[in-house]
C-alpha cells in the first residue's frame, strides 16, 4: 500500500522559478495538509483542504498555492521562488477528525 | 487562531530513566492532542494521542497526560532505550478551525546508552 507519496525527493531550484510539489494519496482521506519545517523549528501548515474542491490559508501561506481538483491529489505551486523558501516540505493527509494524520517521505527544496 | 508551546527544546537523559515533555495550549476549544515521532531525515509518525474527554493513556512505555484546566498535556516515556532518540512534536486540534494540527515547536530527546 504506497499511503502518501510526495515528488521529488529532493530539488534545487533557481531563486524566480516556479516548481509544484506533487502530494498523492491513495486513502481516500477528504483533508489534506502542506507543512513546512525549517532546521530549528517545528512544522508550520501552508495551506490545508478539507475535501475536494476546497482549500484553505494556514500559518504561513504568502509565496505559495495549492489546488485540490479530486481527492487523491493536493499539489503545492511556488510561483515564483525566494531563498527563504528553502526548506523541508510535508504533505499529510487525514481521513476523520480527531484521527492520525499520516505524512509524506518530505520534499526537501533548495532556493538558490 | 491555536498557539502551542513545547518544552524542552532539548532533553538528554540516560538509557532506563524517565523523559518528560510538557505542552502548552491557547484555545480551550481544541479537543484532540497527538504526539509524533520524527526519527532523522524520516517523516513525523503518531505515537500516541488523547482526546479532551480523557485524562490519560498509555501504550507500554508511553503515556499521555492532558489537564484541560490548565490548557497543558504531557508526554511521559519510561525506561528510555536509545532507539528512543528522536524529535518529538506535540499538536493541537480543533473542531472549529477544520480540524487542523497546530504543532508545538518540537523536542529533541538523546537518549545516552
Known amino acids: 500500500t504506497a499511503g502518501i507519496t510526495q515528488a521529488p525527493t529532493s530539488q534545487i531550484l533557481a531563486a524566480g522559478r516556479s516548481m509544484t510539489l506533487r502530494c498523492t494519496q491513495d486513502m481516500r482521506h477528504n483533508a489534506m495538509y502542506w507543512y513546512r519545517q525549517d532546521l530549528g523549528l517545528g512544522l508550520r501548515l501552508i495551506h490545508y483542504?478539507?475535501?475536494?474542491?476546497?482549500?484553505g490559508k494556514g500559518e504561513v501561506p504568502d509565496g505559495y498555492s495549492v489546488s485540490r481538483a479530486n481527492t487523491d491529489d493536493f499539489p503545492l505551486t511556488l510561483a515564483s521562488a525566494v531563498p527563504s523558501q528553502t526548506s523541508v516540505y510535508f504533505c499529510?493527509?487525514?481521513?476523520?477528525?480527531?484521527?492520525?494524520?499520516?505524512f509524506g517521505q518530505g520534499t526537501r527544496l533548495t532556493v538558490v | 487562531g491555536e498557539n502551542v508551546e513545547q518544552h524542552p527544546s532539548t532533553l538528554s537523559v540516560q538509557e532506563g530513566d524517565s523523559a518528560v515533555i510538557k505542552c502548552t495550549y491557547s484555545d480551550s476549544a481544541s479537543n484532540y492532542f497527538p504526539w509524533y515521532k520524527q526519527e532523522l531525515g524520516k517523516r513525523p509518525q503518531l505515537i500516541i494521542d488523547i482526546r479532551s474527554n480523557v485524562g490519560e493513556k498509555k501504550d507500554q512505555r508511553i503515556a499521555v497526560t492532558l489537564n484541560k484546566t490548565a490548557k497543558h498535556f504531557s508526554l511521559h516515556i519510561t525506561e528510555t532505550q536509545p532507539e528512543d532518540s528522536a524529535v518529538y512534536f506535540c499538536?493541537?486540534?480543533?473542531?472549529?478551525?477544520?480540524?487542523?494540527?497546530?504543532f508545538g515547536g518540537g523536542t529533541r530527546l538523546m537518549v545516552k546508552p
Open positions: 483542504s478539507n475535501t475536494a474542491g476546497t482549500t
Open positions: 499529510a493527509s487525514k481521513g476523520q477528525p480527531n484521527t492520525e494524520a499520516f
Open positions: 499538536a493541537a486540534s480543533l473542531s472549529r478551525a477544520g480540524n487542523m494540527l497546530t
